[in-house]
């Protein structure tokens, strides 16, 4: 089993920056996949960045591409993610997530998706 409890989320104006951290439990933890995705509110979830385990293959949804950075620390079971140039429109709950199952590609769906924090609130003033 793996948990997974994200921190980092708050209030920012327009332009500014937040890191999002997201710790994971489980000794697995550092073989899956980790994505990031929020949801605003009366919107679907969404697929904002993901890493493989290895940290080889990283993709980015193209509205954070150029702004967000993905990356993790195996060593001490984070994923992080770093967030510049924020706008209005990235105001959302963000959730970290793993995917347990080995795939060549990235996935982008939130069911691929098997573990998942309990999301931080970002909001973006302007």
């Known amino acids: 089993q793996v948990q997974l409890v994200e921190s980092g989320g708050g209030l920012v104006q327009a332009g500014g920056s937040l890191r999002l951290s997201c710790a994971a439990s489980?000794?697995?933890?550092?073989?899956?996949?980790a994505g990031w995705f929020r949801q605003a509110p009366g919107k679907e979830r969404e697929f904002v960045a993901g890493?493989?385990?290895?940290?080889?293959?990283?993709y980015y949804a193209d509205s954070v591409k150029g702004r967000f950075t993905i990356s993790r620390d195996n060593a001490k079971n984070m994923v992080y993610l770093q967030m510049n140039s924020l706008k209005p429109e990235d105001t959302a709950a963000y959730y970290c997530?793993?995917?347990?199952?080995?795939?060549?590609?990235?996935?982008?769906?939130?069911?691929?998706?098997?573990?998942w924090g309990q999301g931080t609130q970002v909001t973006v003033s302007s």
């Open positions: 997530a793993a995917d347990r199952v080995w795939s060549p590609t990235l996935r982008v769906g939130p069911l691929d998706y098997d573990y």
């Open positions: 489980g000794r697995t933890f550092s073989t899956y996949a």
């Open positions: 890493v493989s385990w290895s940290s080889t293959n990283i």
